[in-house]
């Protein structure tokens, strides 16, 4: 009997020791995940003061742009392009691909669209910032603007919005260049972001993941050509149509997409 409660005791002990094992551990596991939390939204915040503090911005991108076909094929789309930025309230953007090429101007006014492919453009006033032009281009004529959010003054509240989980995953290298990668879930999608290493946390890559949708495909923007401190020429901004160009309705503006017509139904390009 005597035996017994000793070893009853030996075994509560175990038992006891165990479970507080287990519990430092997960709880060492908890502040592990909070600090990558932690370190992957400092990153993100240090890139987002530092682009909304640039004034003027030149960069050149390639971009990849996956579709799915009804028959489950993943196809994917690239173009290349590059931009210009003047805080508050100018920018112009350029996109090619292999069938189509789309230019953006907003002098502070007017935002002109033009596509070169089909000579025609589209017309609205309206924005007095960048950051409203992104938006009405968003929400007012269907224009996705992927990866815009990065150029956006208050880029962190935006991207951050509705983020439910948030991982620093280590280093990598973009274009020969050392960056940070963080990754992200929303609810919809889930999105990656490398970020350059030093005293210019640039936005170098950003993957978004369509979770929503069969097959998950991606966006993919690769920056280059960074630059900062340059002075854009007074008319950088200005656009005047080709007396052939057919003016389009500001509503037809989803035609002129990086995808080329019946691509994402698997039909020819």
């Given at each position: 009997?005597?035996n017994?409660?000793k070893i009853?005791k030996?075994?509560g002990?175990?038992?006891?020791?165990?479970?507080?094992t287990?519990?430092?551990?997960?709880?060492?596991?908890?502040?592990g995940?909070q600090a990558q939390e932690n370190?992957?939204?400092?990153?993100?915040k240090?890139?987002?003061?530092y682009?909304?503090?640039?004034?003027?911005?030149?960069f050149?991108?390639d971009?990849d742009?996956e579709?799915?076909?009804?028959?489950?094929?993943?196809i994917q789309f690239t173009?290349s392009g590059?931009a210009?930025l003047?805080?508050?309230n100018?920018?112009?953007?350029q996109?090619?691909g292999?069938y189509s090429?789309?230019?953006?101007f907003?002098?502070?006014?007017t935002?002109n669209i033009?596509?070169?492919?089909i000579n025609?453009?589209?017309?609205?006033?309206?924005?007095?910032?960048?950051?409203?032009m992104i938006?009405a281009?968003?929400?007012g004529?269907?224009?996705?603007?992927p990866?815009a959010?990065?150029?956006?003054?208050?880029?962190y509240?935006?991207?951050?919005?509705?983020v439910?989980?948030a991982?620093?995953?280590?280093q990598g290298?973009i274009?020969?260049?050392?960056?940070?990668h963080?990754?992200?879930?929303?609810?919809?999608?889930d999105?990656?972001?490398w970020v350059?290493?030093?005293?210019?946390?640039?936005?170098r890559?950003?993957?978004?993941?369509s979770k929503?949708v069969?097959?998950?495909?991606?966006?993919t923007?690769?920056?280059?050509d960074?630059?900062?401190?340059i002075?854009p020429?007074p008319d950088?901004?200005?656009f005047?149509p080709?007396?052939?160009?057919k003016?389009?309705d500001p509503?037809?503006l989803m035609?002129?997409?990086?995808?080329?017509?019946?691509?994402?139904?698997?039909g020819?390009?």
């Open positions: 009997m005597k017994h409660t009853s030996c075994s002990s175990r038992t006891g020791f165990i479970g507080m287990l519990a430092v551990m997960l709880f060492a596991a908890g502040q995940i370190q992957a939204m400092s990153i993100l240090a890139m987002s003061d682009v909304s503090s640039q004034q003027n911005i030149a050149s991108f971009s742009i579709v799915i076909t009804p028959e489950l094929e993943k173009n590059e210009l003047k805080r508050p100018k920018m112009r953007a996109r090619k292999g090429e789309v230019a953006l907003f002098d502070g006014t935002v033009f596509s070169q492919s025609s453009y589209a017309q609205f006033n309206g924005p007095t910032t960048v950051d409203q938006t281009l968003r929400s004529h269907g224009v996705a603007l990866a959010d990065l150029l956006l003054t208050n880029a509240d935006t991207l951050v919005a509705d439910l989980e991982k620093y995953m280590g290298i274009d020969g260049r050392e960056c940070e963080l990754a992200f879930r929303n609810f919809d999608t999105w990656q972001l350059e290493t030093g005293d210019r946390p640039i936005p890559k950003m993957v978004i993941t929503t069969n097959s998950a495909p991606q966006y923007v690769r920056i280059k960074w630059k900062t401190g002075e020429a950088a901004f200005a005047t080709p007396d052939s160009a003016k389009l509503h037809a035609e002129l997409d990086e995808l080329p017509p019946g691509a994402a139904t698997g020819n390009q």
